[in-house]
């Protein structure tokens, strides 16, 4: 158990709906980043907050925006959906914003049909 | 093109064996190569963190090596393990200011009895 936490688990909608995915960084984490694993593909970078303010963005798409709250939990907001943004979805925190090793979540398996 | 590359894409031993997983990456400068298990489904975990000035770092039956010159890096298993079936994930953290991390595709290992 890495200390992260990720609600819902799994999430079944349909195309052109709206979803929040939450992420609960471990105690004390700072940092928080968001990843997209689609089927048999690698982890990509969509975001990441540090202290409540975005730090850096990948290749999050327009339609995709998130936020870090003042109790340092985060929320993944996916609109629009469509068939290929199916996919897991991982939260991982670190103590920091750079060099420090990155824990991940159990993910949240997104299904759009 | 993709700026971490990692051979083989997938991988069969009988357990008890070793085997070494390779991985080069184009990303320069960069901060550190960090090494992660992930099991079907789950969280990456993370095995090893080496900076650029470090050349091999371990974990358990995990070994990491570095070569900052030719840009490799390769993760070996002694003793393999049923459990050690998993993809395991080269990832680069570069130096520039987006501070984000560049993954693998990853290799898959798969341990037979």
């Given at each position: 158990d890495s200390g992260v936490t990720q609600t819902p688990k799994h999430l079944i909608t349909a195309t052109g709906q709206r979803v929040t995915l939450r992420c609960s960084p471990r105690s004390g984490d700072l940092s928080v980043y968001w990843y997209q694993?689609?089927?048999?593909?690698?982890?990509?970078?969509?975001?990441?907050?540090?202290?409540?303010?975005?730090?850096?963005?990948?290749?999050?798409l327009e339609r995709f925006s998130a936020q870090q709250f003042p109790d340092l939990h985060s929320e993944l907001?996916?609109?629009?959906?469509?068939?290929?943004?199916?996919?897991?979805?991982?939260?991982?925190?670190?103590?920091?914003?750079?060099?420090?090793?990155?824990?991940?979540?159990?993910?949240?398996?997104?299904?759009?049909? | 093109k993709n700026q971490v590359e990692q051979s083989p894409q997938s991988l069969i031993i009988l357990e008890g064996k070793n085997c070494t997983l390779q991985c080069n990456y184009t990303v320069s400068p960069f901060s550190n190569l960090r090494w992660y298990k992930q099991d079907t489904g789950r969280g990456p975990v993370s095995l090893t963190i080496m900076t650029f000035s470090e050349n091999t770092?371990?974990?358990?039956?995990?070994?990491?090596?570095?070569?900052?010159?030719?840009?490799?890096?390769?993760?070996?298993?002694?003793?393999?393990?049923l459990s050690d079936s998993a993809s395991y994930i080269c990832v680069v953290r570069g130096m520039d200011s987006s501070y984000k991390l560049i993954f693998g595709s990853g290799t898959r290992l798969l341990v037979r009895p």
């Open positions: 694993q689609s089927l048999d593909q690698g982890l990509q970078f969509l975001i990441q907050y540090y202290n409540g303010e975005e730090r850096a963005k990948g290749n999050i907001n996916l609109s629009s959906l469509e068939l290929g943004d199916s996919a897991l979805y991982f939260c991982a925190s670190t103590t920091a914003g750079g060099d420090n090793e990155q824990f991940f979540g159990p993910g949240t398996r997104l299904t759009v049909l | 770092k371990s974990n358990g039956r995990y070994t990491a090596t570095l070569d900052a010159d030719t840009k490799q890096s390769s993760l070996h298993i002694t003793a393999s393990q």
